[in-house]
């Protein structure tokens, strides 16, 4: 399984940005997905899931509200809508790749140890 985020950059405060994440290599749709953020020297801190259909999603505490995930099987396609963007949001995104059985608890969706595959991160940058 191949995963490759976009959508990263430079972003004012307030800004809403959409990240998007293209997996190959396996059907999206054996997978549940989802989205992680790291900035420099600190550990990896869970953002989003969704779960293989789509009917099921998790969030993070610090962006619950602001950030929507979806994704669309078809098309092999993730995406994760940023609104409201702070400074504090600038960081690292990755998206992530789990067998869809295995997210079933939103305690299994927020562990970095439950997803198998790791895009290479697409940088984000909050600033004025």
């Known amino acids: 399984v191949q995963l490759q985020a976009f959508g990263g950059g430079l972003v004012q405060p307030g800004g809403f940005p959409r990240l998007s994440c293209e997996v190959s290599?396996?059907?999206?749709?054996?997978?549940?997905m989802g989205w992680f953020r790291q900035a420099p020297g600190k550990g990896r801190e869970f953002v989003a899931a969704?779960?293989?259909?789509?009917?099921?999603?998790y969030y993070g505490d610090s962006v619950e509200g602001r950030f929507t995930i979806s994704r669309d099987n078809a098309k092999n396609t993730v995406w994760l809508q940023m609104d409201s963007l702070k400074p504090e949001d600038t960081d690292v995104y990755y998206c992530?790749?789990?067998?869809?059985?295995?997210?079933?608890?939103?305690?299994?969706?927020?562990?970095?140890?439950?997803?198998?595959?790791w895009g290479q991160g697409t940088q984000v940058t909050v600033s004025s």
């Open positions: 992530a790749a789990a067998p869809w059985q295995r997210i079933d608890t939103s305690d299994r969706a927020t562990r970095r140890e439950t997803y198998d595959h």
């Open positions: 290599g396996r059907p999206l749709s054996d997978l549940s």
């Open positions: 969704i779960s293989w259909s789509g009917s099921v999603t």
